[in-house]
């Protein structure tokens, strides 16, 4: 039976019934092949997203996932036309949860029963530090508080140098661990030596700077402790940070899933499922409670283990993450180390649930395979995730799903494609919740470091299950991509209020075959495992192609048909919120000034124009300047939110008309016209953006013009401090040889250098009383005659005043 295993196809291609739109690069089969859903039609598609472990703040590696994912939701229905039913679990209950919840819960307790830091507060502090020293610093057994910092510098130079430990390769996870257990260790410190312990503020901070070590202290002193029926110790660290993470989803413009599904309300339905797949003879319990996986038995029966990555079915390390803190109990009764954990036996301090096996909670894998089969049944189209989740988990989810689904006839087909999203690392190691090596999605977002569609846009420019380093070349295209785009809406939304009408329409077949060829390899390269790299630069060239034509022989139809198209695209990708891609608009949210402003704003950016030409051409008469103030006229009432625009539009005219009374110069025309657009528009968040034979373009500030302009200021500043300080040092300098001008030559020499001067005051013999070596009078009569002559022009002119 084993032979057959072996020999069995693990992938069977599903059939089509019409051509495939697309190919998709498959983790089951390590290549791209033909999507096909499940569904007859071929129209619904059914996908299961692992979702996040809710413990902590969701990370920028997270975004990386979650944003990814959403991208290819969005491509397969919106631009494939997929009708996609998308499920997406929450696991509010695992190791990490019931060990994050249970140290909270008892640090909050020890909180509240030590409301000041007293002795007992202060040696408990001092035992944890020792405690989290010892287990996880093993260079520093030992260590005194007070020479922590001194000591950990010297054990763990190369560490803190960004070597590896042993100084000769690279650094890598295990250098990380050791920063964050120094930085957590020595935050300790701070706290334990801070001089001050008394105000309420004294000891909020304390325990802020203590909380690592004291948690894993606390938890092995009281964790079991805990009542296991007591849910809440748990569930109100779960619902908080999920809570958290669906804001944070919001907020980079995920798309929500349309079924949520949570571990902790499918107790039952987990019971039922390794109950099944026990009756299937591919499970067995053992004697303490717990339920594990029989692979041999999986095997035997015509299956394949660890199809996604059999290279790794032997990993004990990898093995050891699933199985959590199940790795390090010994049983003798688990018929091979490689299987795997379905029903775990609570522990004291550990949530439980009823089963036959006694008293329980899910492992790890278990819960996607039921809370995926309840919503999808017995087969789906995709199952995605981080590409980390590939061994042990997906592939544990595969063999324990088929061994539940297994049919008489032989295996059975649960997931047909499975999609793995590339890691997000920086400085080379992946971002860990563990490691503590990340910048939450709040945080970044809140900083301004990133934006839904900065972030986004990064995301595209890289392959979905390719890995991401943040660099600062990638910002860079990123941010060049944004402007690109930003620019090119702005150019066609221009054409809305300043329509190119004496177009020849010469361009248009030439812009229009580039505009068809790009649309082909747009849609190549989605059709080709959402190729969003190639498809982002068929978009640019495009825009390109636009920008370079003859704008004199162009439409605006054949304008308004490309920038339709981006639009949609773009949208498609989700990088303008929740706009429609098929409402046929145009442009993205940022390149759009208040509507409120949009009726004086462009009348007064008319009005300059006119100005402007008239000022440089030299006919600026009083009649002409008339005619140009008489097509705008404000209202004299205005809604609240206009009164700032309108007044711009008023007080342009007034001082339009205050020069013409005094017969201004060109000059001072054209200083008005820079003051509207550099000082009062720009105030309003607003800037003209003057072209050469064309309308100024009215566009608001955004960050890249603020960033230029700061930019401007800055070298303008630097020059003003840089005159400031060559006109400082030359006062300083004229001062000082003003002072030495005074001096007469005949006393400059009298010092204790010397012991003998001539009538002159020139230096005969040194201190010792030694004659003056003739090299050296020579040069002393040089200073002295220089100093003669600014002593002398010096007397001059004080004779003179």
């Not at 001072?668 to 800037?687: A, F, M, P, V």
């Amino acid at each position: 039976m084993a032979t057959a295993a072996r020999t069995q196809p693990p992938w069977k291609e599903p059939q089509a019934s019409s051509p495939p739109k697309l190919k998709v690069w498959n983790s089951l089969t390590r290549s791209k092949n033909d999507f096909v859903p499940v569904d007859p039609e071929g129209k619904v598609v059914k996908w299961y997203s692992c979702g996040p472990t809710v413990y902590d703040d969701a990370h920028l590696g997270h975004a990386r996932n979650y944003v990814t994912i959403d991208i290819l939701r969005r491509i397969l229905s919106q631009y494939f036309g997929y009708d996609i039913q998308f499920v997406q679990n929450v696991t509010d209950v695992d190791d990490k949860i019931i060990l994050r919840g249970r140290q909270q819960h008892l640090f909050a307790k020890f909180k509240a029963e030590n409301p000041t830091i007293s002795e007992d507060v202060l040696n408990t502090t001092i035992n944890a530090f020792d405690a989290y020293v010892s287990k996880n610093l093993p260079l520093l057994q030992n260590v005194n508080i007070g020479t922590f910092n001194e000591e950990s510098a010297k054990a763990y130079a190369n560490v803190i140098q960004g070597k590896s430990v042993d100084g000769v390769g690279p650094p890598g996870d295990k250098e990380a661990k050791i920063r964050m257990h120094l930085r957590t260790a020595s935050t300790a410190v701070t706290s334990l030596l801070a001089p001050s312990k008394s105000t309420p503020e004294d000891v909020e901070v304390f325990y802020a700077g203590a909380e690592d070590v004291l948690l894993p202290y606390l938890d092995a002193l009281y964790g079991h402790s805990i009542d296991a029926s007591d849910h809440s110790v748990f569930t109100t660290l779960t619902q908080k940070y999920e809570a958290r993470f669906t804001q944070d989803m919001r907020n980079l413009n995920v798309l929500d899933p349309d079924v949520i599904t949570r571990v902790t309300s499918y107790g039952d339905e987990i019971v039922t499922f390794v109950q099944k797949i026990m009756d299937n003879g591919f499970a067995y319990k053992t004697s303490d409670g717990s339920v594990y996986f029989d692979i041999e038995a999986f095997e035997q029966a015509g299956h394949h283990y660890a199809r996604l990555e059999p290279w790794n079915r032997g990993d004990k390390n990898l093995q050891a993450d699933g199985e959590g803190a199940l790795a390090t109990q010994k049983t003798s009764e688990k018929r091979s180390d490689s299987d795997f954990v379905l029903w775990k036996a609570s522990k004291p301090g550990e949530p439980a649930w009823r089963s036959p096996w006694g008293p329980g909670r899910p492992g790890w894998h278990i819960e996607c395979s039921v809370m995926a089969s309840d919503v999808l049944k017995s087969q789906m189209d995709i199952h995605s995730g981080g590409i980390d989740l590939c061994f042990p988990h997906h592939d544990n989810e595969l063999a324990q799903s088929e061994a539940f689904w297994a049919q008489k006839d032989g295996g059975h087909q649960w997931v047909n494609y499975f999609l793995h999203m590339g890691h997000l690392s920086i400085s080379g190691s992946k971002m860990s919740k563990s490691l503590k090596n990340f910048t939450t999605i709040r945080e970044a977002l809140a900083r301004g470091d990133w934006n839904a569609r900065s972030l986004r846009i990064i995301f595209l420019l890289g392959g979905w299950h390719d890995g991401i380093e943040i660099s600062p070349d990638l910002r860079k295209s990123g941010s060049s991509f944004e402007s690109f785009v930003t620019n090119f809406f702005l150019k066609i939304r221009d054409l809305e209020v300043n329509p190119n009408i004496g177009s020849t329409g010469k361009e248009d077949e030439k812009v229009q075959k580039a505009f068809e060829s790009a649309k082909e390899k747009v849609h190549s390269a989605l059709a080709d495992s959402f190729d969003t790299p190639t498809a982002m630069r068929a978009i640019s060239s495009l825009i390109t192609d636009y920008n370079t034509a003859d704008k004199a022989g162009l439409s605006d139809a054949v304008s308004f048909d490309i920038a339709r198209y981006v639009t949609r695209m773009v949208r498609i990708f989700g990088l303008d919120g929740s706009a429609d891609p098929y409402n046929g608009g145009i442009g993205w949210s940022g390149i759009d000034i208040p509507s409120v402003s949009k009726e004086f704003v462009y009348a007064v950016s008319r009005e300059r124009d006119e100005v402007r030409k008239h000022a440089i051409a030299g006919d600026l008469s009083g009649s002409v300047l008339e005619s140009i103030i008489a097509q705008h006229k404000p209202a004299q009432q205005q809604d609240i939110d206009a009164l700032p625009y309108a007044e711009v539009l008023s007080t342009f005219q007034d001082s339009l008309k205050s020069l013409a009374s005094k017969q201004a110069s060109t000059k001072e025309y054209l200083n008005l016209c820079d003051q509207l657009r550099d000082t009062h528009l720009w105030d309003l968040g607003i800037y003209l953006e003057d072209r050469e034979g064309a309308p100024a373009m009215v566009r608001p500030v955004d960050a890249e013009l603020q960033a230029a302009r700061d930019h401007k200021e800055a070298i303008v500043r630097q020059k003003a401090e840089a005159k400031l300080k060559r006109e400082r040092e030359e006062t300083e300098k004229n001062a000082k040889l003003a002072e030495q001008a005074k001096i007469d030559p005949k006393d400059m020499f009298r010092t204790e250098e010397y012991s003998a001067w001539d009538e002159e005051g020139l230096p005969t013999k040194d201190r010792d009383g030694a004659e003056v070596a003739k090299g050296r009078a020579k040069k002393l009569k040089k200073e002295w005659e220089k100093q003669k002559k600014l002593f002398e022009e010096h007397a001059k002119g004080a004779a003179s005043s």
